[in-house]
């Protein structure tokens, strides 16, 4: 079907399938979604006029029935340690924040996929603020367009070049909540005729969603983290509410069949934030290192990043070493990781964004400020009846 002018598709949100389809639908050959996504993905270019071997009648039919419309930069915000961070206003007023970490051999864009988050996690600054919607797949892959166009412009004028080797979806959101954009967004990630990044460099972060991780192992073949930050199901469900839904055994017998599946998923990357005397005893560490015996891993120790609001502290370094030294010597693989970016709040677990809460949790929190107006006025109609008996 042809799309209508008043409903333009956002070109950003197809993947290579959805392109063919887009262009078949207009009347035009499938082949055209690799010339498309050259121009958009590999010269950066946005308009459709720029792009030169589609043809002028092909070119004018793209501006009528189509659009490449991608969120505004609002901040962009630079670290002295060479950590990027933006502030991406999408559709609707909302923000969403990016950060990319340079080091000496890599370059990692951490990117979100909701506005917000439904999930409740303790220690998360996201989770503070509630939750809006998800992001579109244009939306996320909007994300790397941006910062490989802003980190371009930079080398421009410094001559230092930056490049993104590593995408994680660990900003915003829960990306499996989020399904098929995310997935949509991986797709692009992953084409040779998109960013062409490979399947190991791009690792979708999930706490925990036991059906959508099978899901996932049947859709791609990314690299999975799973942020586990508790040994056992008591300390897990305080910290990580979904817990209580999918208990640590599911969550491990769910990355066992990612792991099976397929010979190029090795590891699973377990992210452990670091919560002075909550997570971090000697016996936390026995413990977590037991359960993750049997499962290739890679354990991913997180100072915590405090927050306005927080009751959390982070552990001290001496404890950190204390709880690797711990892992290390029952055969795990650990690092811990540096913080990164925190004179300008993009360490790791302290993005925000801008976020129109709409979640329950606002419902109630209206509800919260609606019966504090009203309940005054019971109080003092039960204190009057209450005093009439003593007067
Ligand atoms: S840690 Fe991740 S899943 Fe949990 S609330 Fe924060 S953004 Fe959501």
């Not at 043809?55 to 419309?69: D, P, W």
């Not at 505004?72 to 990319?100: C, H, I, P, Y």
């Not at 998800?134 to 910062?147: F, P, R």
């Not at 997935?183 to 706490?207: M, P």
């Amino acid at each position: 079907m042809m799309p209508t002018a008043a409903s333009k598709p956002n070109l950003f949100d197809l993947d290579r399938a959805g392109l063919a389809r887009f262009f078949t639908d207009i009347g035009e050959k499938p082949y055209r979604a690799t010339q498309l996504m050259g121009w958009v993905y590999h010269e950066g270019v946005r308009d459709f006029e720029a792009m030169t071997n589609l043809g002028k009648g092909l070119r004018a039919k793209l501006a009528e029935h189509a659009e490449l419309q991608l969120p505004e930069m609002q901040v962009e915000q630079r670290s002295k340690d060479g950590t990027r961070k933006w502030l991406l206003k999408m559709a609707g007023g909302n923000a969403v924040e990016t950060v990319f970490i340079p080091e000496a051999k890599r370059g990692t864009l951490c990117i979100s996929s909701q506005v917000g988050c439904t999930l409740d996690c303790t220690f998360c600054s996201t989770a503070q603020q509630g939750f809006n919607r998800n992001l579109t797949a244009g939306e996320i892959v909007a994300q790397v367009w941006y910062a490989r166009h802003m980190l371009a412009k930079e080398a421009a004028e410094t001559g230092r070049e930056r490049i993104i080797t590593n995408v994680v979806f660990m900003g915003m959101g829960e990306p499996l909540s989020n399904f098929d954009q995310a997935t949509t967004a991986v797709s692009i990630l992953l084409d040779d005729f998109g960013f062409g990044l490979s399947k190991r460099r791009v690792t979708i972060s999930t706490s925990g969603i036991v059906p959508r991780i099978d899901e996932l192992r049947e859709t791609t073949d990314v690299a999975l983290a799973v942020s586990l930050h508790a040994p056992n199901d008591a300390l897990r469900d305080q910290l990580v509410p979904l817990n209580k839904k999918y208990p640590i055994a599911e969550l491990l017998d769910a990355c066992r069949r990612y792991l099976a599946d397929k010979s190029q998923r090795t590891t699973i990357t377990w992210e452990y934030v670091m919560l002075d005397g909550v997570n971090d005893s000697d016996a936390n560490a026995r413990e977590l290192a037991k359960i993750l015996t049997d499962i290739p891993s890679k354990i991913n120790l997180i100072p915590f990043n405090p927050f306005p609001g927080t009751a959390f502290k982070r552990s001290p370094n001496a404890r950190i070493q204390r709880f690797a030294d711990i892992l290390v010597a029952r055969g795990c693989m650990v690092t811990t990781r540096r913080t990164r970016g925190d004179d300008i709040d993009a360490a790791c677990g302290q993005l925000v964004g801008r976020v129109d809460d709409r979640s329950r949790r606002a419902q109630r929190m209206e509800k919260h400020r609606e019966e504090a107006t009203i309940m005054p006025l019971k109080k003092m109609r039960v204190n009057r009846a209450q005093a009439t008996p003593h007067a």
